[in-house]
């Protein structure tokens, strides 16, 4: 009996159109043969990015934009987020560009936080193959920033087992919601303190709404000024300009994200990355 899919909920529908737009956007964007990132290239997490900007997750589930990535003038593609029972994406190697390859792992919605340790190491083993990096999401039900440090911890230490088996490290970053940081300075830091504790490589900053993408800029200033430097900050959330993305990148983040900004049936963006590049 063949299976039916199940009909696709409109939010998938439209993040499926706008990888389609995108891809079709890539195959017409003329590099002339350069592909060299509108940023610039940095390093982070001991991995070289061809550019800082890339593409958050929940956009790309499945990596089908990576092939194009680069000539969009992404350094990064972030596909899921996956969960252990999500299948393995194919994934072509080496990925065109040098576009690195992360993979967002969290916990089914319908598993309890009480199980979110088991089903976030179950996704890390499955899923770390061909990554360059991981990130751990916490959801939207994740009960306190304690909890999710502690389940970091326990990822970092499979996550060493894992770097030691396929002989190259696998950097591993934490999404940390803007409501756990919006205190006062020494609480943010103390959250930020405990990711790195539990031997996190990267912390993604994620100011999502109105209020917190103002305080942005203030946020990651301030956990650049108080981290170790080698605490890769990435900051997603409200970033709608490459102005926007400059002044993250100034205000002490190594690497940005965008998302929403990419649903708008508006290619202006990704051209106003470009033309940076060729102005510089
Ligand atoms: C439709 C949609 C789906 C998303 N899915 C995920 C997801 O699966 N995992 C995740 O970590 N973030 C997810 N996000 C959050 C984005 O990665 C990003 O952090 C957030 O949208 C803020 O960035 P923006 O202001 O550029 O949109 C999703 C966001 C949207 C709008």
Redesign the pocket.
Known sequence: MPTVAPPLTP?AL??RWAVARLQRLATRIDCGGDTTAPFGPVSAMGLHFASPIGL????D?RGRLLEGAHRLGFGAVEI??LTPADPRPVLVRPVAGGVRFGV?I?KPRHVDWDDAEHACLRALRSFHAGADYV?L?PGRDCPSPARFAALAAAAAQLRDRLARRRRRPLPLVA?LPARWLDSDAASAIGVADAFVAAGIDGLLV?T?GARA?RNACRLLCMLADALDPRVCLIS?????SVDEAEARLAAGATLV?????L?AHDPRLIRALGRRTRSR
Do not use: M
């Open positions: 939010r439209r993040a958050a997750a929940g956009f589930r899921g987020t967002s969290g990130t999401n999404k994620s999502e993408a997603v959330g409200g970033i709608d994200q965008i998302h929403r900004a649903l």
